[in-house]
């Protein structure tokens, strides 16, 4: 996972219906819970920034 705003697309982050809130805490709360609901055990966080 990339902890960007940039996902498969490099210009998806212009159209304003596509703010994921990557930068809020909330984001990963909700990553955290859908990968636990899932029983994931570990998640990596791609250092790109």
Known sequence: MHATHV???HTIWRH???HSG???PEYY???DRTLERGKFDLVFFADIL
């Open 7 to 9: 996902v498969h697309s």
């Open 16 to 18: 304003p219906k596509t």
């Open 22 to 24: 990557f930068l809020q």
């Open 29 to 31: 709360q909700n990553v």
